[in-house]
């Protein structure tokens, strides 16, 4: 299974914020897309998730067009970003957390909306019954299989980060989508962040979609870049062939230069 772009456009008024975009994202690898800022790569996101729909172009996952689709039935084929319900961290235990997250995408169906539950009766429970297993076993996979009882505020921010996963996890994700999952990480669990998405991918076959702005969190963990600026794609490929690119070095540089040369 493959995500696949083929032409993707965004624009907001006069600004082309996604310049047709196309590649190809195996589901079991961990792809990185990187550059500077407004290079309009939280805009794929968006358009891919189906959060803002493209204004031109395909987006196909396992074949299947997705663009057009509404959030919930792309989360529901696979594609995990966020969760619709605002959990946030509250007087909600980890598992309590971790089991409103095994199926995020159906409140927000038409049978979700008029409080009617996934199933009833006898599917209803085996559904509880399999999220509760599956709590057990995503918490013991992280680490957090002594926090499930401790209320989600009470978190450090590491654990917060990994109840995030956990919850992304809970949600039986084919592909993760993470918007710069270092930002808010203590550099010190930074290499613990690289080995999570690093094991998902190669024990799970679980492969992620990563923007961020710590290259060498992505350099270290990525098995393919690709890199936008201004909307446009100028290049793709292994991290070391990345990193030796005169034209991303550019772009990185430009900015650097432009941020050096500041009041
Ligand atoms: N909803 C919107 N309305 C108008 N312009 C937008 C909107 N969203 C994004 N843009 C513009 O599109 C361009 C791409 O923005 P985008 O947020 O996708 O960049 P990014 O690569 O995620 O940047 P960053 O690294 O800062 O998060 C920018 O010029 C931005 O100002
Ligand atoms: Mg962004």
């Given at each position: 299974m493959?995500?696949?772009?083929?032409?993707?456009?965004?624009?907001?008024?006069?600004?082309?914020?996604?310049?047709?975009?196309?590649?190809?994202?195996?589901?079991?690898?961990?792809?990185?897309?990187?550059g500077?800022?407004?290079?309009?790569?939280?805009?794929?996101?968006?358009?891919v998730?189906?959060?803002?729909?493209?204004?031109?172009?395909?987006?196909?996952?396992?074949?299947?067009?997705?663009?057009?689709?509404?959030?919930?039935?792309?989360?529901?084929?696979?594609?995990?970003?966020?969760?619709q319900?605002?959990?946030?961290f509250?007087?909600l235990?980890?598992?309590?957390?971790?089991?409103?997250?095994?199926?995020?995408?159906?409140?927000?169906?038409?049978?979700?909306?008029f409080?009617?539950?996934?199933?009833?009766?006898?599917?209803?429970?085996?559904?509880?019954?399999d999220?509760?297993i599956?709590?057990?076993e995503i918490?013991?996979?992280?680490?957090?299989?002594?926090?499930?009882?401790?209320r989600?505020?009470?978190?450090?921010?590491?654990?917060?980060?990994?109840?995030?996963?956990?919850?992304?996890?809970?949600?039986?994700?084919?592909?993760?989508?993470?918007?710069?999952?270092?930002?808010?990480?203590?550099?010190?669990?930074?290499?613990?962040?690289?080995?999570?998405?690093?094991?998902?991918?190669?024990e799970?076959?679980?492969?992620?979609?990563?923007?961020?702005?710590?290259?060498?969190?992505?350099?270290?963990i990525?098995?393919?870049?690709?890199?936008?600026?201004?909307?446009?794609?100028?290049?793709?490929?292994?991290?070391?062939?990345?990193?030796?690119?005169?034209?991303?070095?550019?772009?990185?540089?430009?900015?650097?230069?432009?941020?050096?040369?500041?009041?």
């Open positions: 493959e995500l696949v772009l083929d032409g993707v456009r965004k624009v907001f008024g006069g600004v082309v914020a996604v310049a047709d975009v196309s590649a190809v994202i195996p589901q079991d690898q961990v792809t990185a897309l990187i500077p800022n407004g290079a309009g790569k939280t805009t794929l996101f968006n358009a998730t189906g959060f803002d729909p493209p204004d031109q172009g395909t987006i196909t996952f396992g074949g299947r067009r997705i663009n057009g689709l509404p959030p919930w039935r792309v989360a529901e084929l696979g594609l995990i970003r966020t969760f319900t605002p959990v946030g509250t007087t235990t980890v598992r309590e957390s971790m089991l409103a997250a095994a199926t995020p995408w159906f409140m927000e169906t038409p049978r979700g909306a409080g009617l539950g996934p199933g009833f009766g006898r599917k209803g429970r085996k559904l509880e019954r999220a509760e599956r709590t057990g918490a013991a996979e992280l680490g957090l299989e002594d926090l499930l009882d401790v989600t505020d009470e978190l450090s921010a590491g654990d917060r980060k990994l109840l995030e996963f956990a919850r992304q996890l809970m949600a039986q994700p084919k592909m993760l989508l993470l918007d710069e999952p270092a930002a808010a990480v203590a550099p010190a669990n930074i290499g613990r962040l690289s080995q999570l998405v690093r094991r998902l991918c190669d799970r076959g679980l492969g992620s979609l990563i923007i961020d702005h710590n290259l060498s969190f992505l350099m270290q990525a098995d393919e870049v690709h890199v936008l600026d201004q909307g446009v794609l100028i290049a793709s490929g292994p991290p070391e062939a990345i990193a030796a690119d005169p034209e991303v070095m550019r772009v990185y540089l430009g900015e650097q230069a432009a941020e050096g040369a500041g009041p």
